[in-house]
């Protein structure tokens, strides 16, 4: 298994436009770039679900599951003049290879089953990354606005608990961790479970090192208290 194709991945490619996607997904993925791009597929799917982003998300059926369609953007100051641009390959190569290690550790987060390149000039490339949808979920910071008080919150706090030991145990440290990159899981008769969301913002350290988990508790207490959810 190369760091470029991950097993169980396969290179797509099509006019131009170049990617791995999940074997079981390759062709669906290629047959959606007949609309242009994998984004512009998603956005005219007339089954499609618009979540909240850096910009529009879609989540659309294809293969029998629901996969969301994110168009990867900058954040940031300087977000509003590099948009959607990237120096190839993009953080999207990086997003899958992180994805991978993080499951692999047993830290919970969408699986990435794609992502897809397009030429944007020179050495500049637009991305896609498609990831499986997450059922019955929303971001940290709907669910503390929903519970107001703090002895409803129990139950989301031990989850997002148990989400940091996760990234700790493995050496973890997500740059941008905050509330709305925490996703809350809810399935019946079981507790809510979190998954760290936008995983191309982390970096590596020592695997079971306390400073990781003061690192990544920091950047979250930041985010809870700078929207009032603290």
Not at 21 to 46: F, I, K, M, N
């Amino acid at each position: 298994m190369s760091a470029q194709q991950p097993r169980g991945y396969v290179p797509i490619s099509h006019r131009g436009a170049t990617g791995l996607a999940s074997a079981s997904l390759a062709d669906l993925v290629t047959e959606a770039l007949a609309y242009g791009t994998v984004y512009d597929y998603a956005r005219q799917c007339t089954d499609r679900r618009e979540l909240a982003g850096r910009g529009p998300v879609y989540a659309i059926p294809m293969g029998g599951d629901r996969v969301v369609v994110r168009r990867v953007r900058h954040g940031g100051l300087l977000a509003t003049l590099t948009g959607d641009v990237f120096i190839a390959p993009t953080r999207a190569p990086y997003e899958l290879a992180v994805s991978i290690r993080l499951r692999d550790g047993g830290v919970a987060t969408p699986e990435v089953v794609g992502y897809v390149l397009y030429p944007a000039g020179l050495a500049l490339r637009r991305a896609d990354v498609l990831t499986r949808e997450i059922p019955d979920a929303a971001d940290l910071l709907s669910v503390l606005r929903a519970r107001p008080r703090l002895t409803d919150r129990g139950d989301t706090w031990e989850a997002v608990h148990a989400l940091i030991r996760g990234l700790g145990r493995v050496g973890a440290v997500h740059a941008d961790l905050n509330v709305k990159n925490v996703l809350i899981a809810h399935a019946a008769d079981r507790p809510p479970v979190a998954y760290a969301l936008d995983v191309d913002r982390v970096v590596w350290g020592r695997p079971g090192d306390a400073a990781v988990v003061r690192a990544n508790w920091a950047r979250l207490e930041r985010s809870a208290r700078k929207t009032g959810v603290a």
